[in-house]
């Protein structure tokens, strides 16, 4: 168990290296699922098309929502762009920033499923079959005297060499050729044309507005940090308040019982519990003098609702479900202020 911890503890402190590596994982498996994809063009005019822009758009559509899906910024980014503004405003550019942050790493793997299907071919192929310039490339001298409906039905079943008869008009591995011609021809361009935007979104953008991406990738970091900050102060908070509220309940059945002259039900769990001018520093100090539900409760909607100004060498209070100002102080975080102050 200490070495999942660990594990555990490293993927979260290291959690854009881990991203990019499920990114990365994630393509690989896309290519690994179009390879073991068993593809099967209908070879029907009019279905050809619906049933190639299916497998070439609908699979990085689902790859582009689980990489949002597994992303953990996606609640932060919904939380920070929902939450009221309260004593914090929001900073549209941050959530741009944020929402741009979390896109790139959820296309890639999209982005690997259409270069991998436009540079095999099948799904061009089965699409566009029908498209086949039949004058230049077969007998042209035939063309005439076949009405369009036939014409497209023999050219439908251009990817289907089981049932293609059609090789008196159009030899088939020629037309085979032509369009996987083409079609690795566009892939080669999506790709050259994706790693460039990649290249400029990543390089040339902050150069020419430095100040501006500088201050809101801070600020994104800054919305990371302090949200895992609250969940743990939150989580030692709700440990401490349950270990007192067991010890109270202990003591309360102990001093029940001994007035009963009943013993030794509850001994081993007397013995462990302490009474309350015994319990720890550190166990008040998680507490924070919050002791009761309702108080809770209101810091928890006032968290939501009027987060502390970003400004420190002041002490905030709370009031009324606001801050307001109070003498100066050393520097502390912001969430353990926000805790010890309520």
């Not at 498996?29 to 050809?48: E, I, K, R």
């Not at 289907?160 to 085979?176: K, T």
């Not at 902050?206 to 302090?226: G, R």
């Amino acid at each position: 168990m200490d070495k999942f911890r660990m594990i555990f503890q490293f993927l979260q402190s290291n959690q854009e290296s881990f991203m990019n590596g499920i990114c990365g994982i994630m393509a690989l498996a896309s290519a690994q699922m179009y390879s073991a994809f068993d593809f099967n063009c209908p070879c029907l005019p009019g279905y050809n098309v619906a049933y190639s822009m299916g497998i070439l758009l609908t699979p990085p559509l689902v790859l582009f929502l689980l990489g949002l899906v597994m992303n953990n910024n996606v609640s932060m980014l919904a939380e920070e762009w929902k939450r009221p503004a309260g004593r914090r405003a929001k900073d549209p550019a941050v959530l741009r920033y944020m929402f741009c942050s979390m896109a790139q790493r959820a296309l890639i793997a999209p982005v690997v499923w259409v270069a991998v299907t436009l540079l095999d071919g099948k799904c061009f192929l089965c699409a566009f079959c029908t498209a086949v310039p039949v004058a230049t490339l077969g007998n042209s001298s035939l063309v005439p005297g076949l009405p369009p409906a036939e014409l497209a039905r023999l050219l439908a079943r251009v990817p289907c060499p089981e049932i293609y008869d059609g090789n008196w008009l159009l030899a088939r591995e020629v037309a085979v050729r032509y369009l996987r011609c083409i079609s690795q021809a566009l892939g080669w361009s999506f790709v050259l044309l994706t790693t460039l935007l990649a290249f400029v979104v990543r390089s040339v953008r902050p150069c020419f507005t430095q100040a501006a991406f500088l201050k809101s990738k801070y600020w994104s970091h800054y919305i990371d940090i302090e949200r895992k900050l609250f969940d743990e102060t939150c989580t030692e908070h709700a440990k401490a308040f349950a270990k007192v509220c067991i010890q109270q309940f202990f003591e309360a059945m102990n001093h029940d019982l001994e007035l009963g002259h009943t013993h030794g039900v509850l001994a081993m769990a007397t013995e462990a519990a302490q009474s309350p001018s015994e319990r720890t520093e550190e166990e008040k100090e998680k507490l924070h003098g919050i002791t009761d539900q309702g108080t809770m409760n209101r810091l928890l909607t006032s968290w939501h609702k009027c987060k502390p100004p970003l400004r420190l060498g002041q002490e905030p209070s709370l009031m009324d479900n606001g801050w307001a100002r109070s003498e100066p102080r050393p520097p502390r975080k912001e969430v353990a202020t926000y805790f010890s102050k309520v």
